[in-house]
T-cell receptor
Framework: SQTIHQWPATLVQPVGSPLSLECTVE??????LYWYRQAAGRGLQLLFY??????ISSEVPQNLSASRPQDRQFILSSKKLLLSDSGFYLC?????????????FGQGTRLTVV | EDQVTQSPEALRLQEGESSSLNCSYT??????LFWYRQDPGKGPEFLFT???AGEEKEKERLKATLTKKESFLHITAPKPEDSATYLC??????????????FGSGTRLQVQP
């Protein structure tokens, strides 16, 4: 069966510090991968998606970047965090090609920038 | 632009008191409508996918239905463990590449014993 791992679960970082959140998927190959952010009481906002290794598309201009160095690894990064980067970050995968369209989420990372 | 509106924002029920959550959507060609359950501090957990009007899916005390403009999540005789935020999302046929989901803001359900 497929599983998705996301870490860390919580993170407190000072303004101006770098960020690296990692997500890995097991039990599937060539998945679509996504980073979403969820503000309190709000829906999920798509930040980045990837349909393959090295292929990253950004949905919202911001202080963050994403990379996909391996087929089942997705990384969210920042060189210098802003207060506004605080939030709940979620990694997700879905089947690529003509496969299933539902997305499956990791457990999330609560990021607080202080 | 795809849009999803969920109502009510919050719902408090007594144990055993059945009710329904609403999800209204606007999408350029519905590829799928999805329901998720989210517990506090956790990632969303997939519940159902509905593809066409008239379709219904059930899981324990939950039943999801779909029309051309909205979906309902019916909760029959809820228990306190059903307390969670329920999220609705849509995917458009026009979005063939990224297959991302557009989410509503969710309904926060609290079931009291």
């Amino acid at each position: 069966s497929q599983t998705i791992h996301q870490w860390p679960a919580t993170l407190v970082q000072p303004v101006g510090s770098p960020l690296s959140l990692e997500c890995t998927v097991e039990g599937t190959s060539n998945p679509n991968l996504y980073w979403y952010r969820q503000a309190a009481g709000r829906g999920l906002q798509l930040l980045f998606y990837s349909v393959g290794i090295g292929q990253i598309s950004s949905e919202v201009p911001q202080n963050l970047s994403a990379s996909r160095p391996q087929d089942r690894q997705f990384i969210l990064s920042s060189k210098k965090l802003l207060l506004s980067d605080s939030g709940f970050y979620l990694c997700a995968w879905s089947g690529g090609g003509m496969g299933s369209t539902e997305a499956f989420f990791g457990q999330g990372t609560r990021l607080t920038v202080v | 632009e795809d849009q999803v509106t969920q109502s009510p924002e919050a719902l408090r029920l007594q144990e055993g008191e059945s009710s329904s959550l609403n999800c209204s959507y606007t999408v350029s060609g519905l590829r799928g409508l999805f329901w998720y359950r989210q517990d506090p501090g956790k990632g969303p957990e997939f519940l159902f996918t509905l593809y066409s009007a008239g379709e219904e899916k059930e899981k324990e005390r939950l039943k999801a239905t779909l029309t051309k403009k909205e979906s309902f999540l019916h909760i029959t005789a809820p228990k306190p463990e059903d307390s969670a935020t329920y999220l609705c999302a849509v995917q458009s046929y026009m979005d063939t590449g990224r297959r991302a989901l557009t989410f509503g803001s969710g309904t926060r359900l609290q079931v009291q014993p």
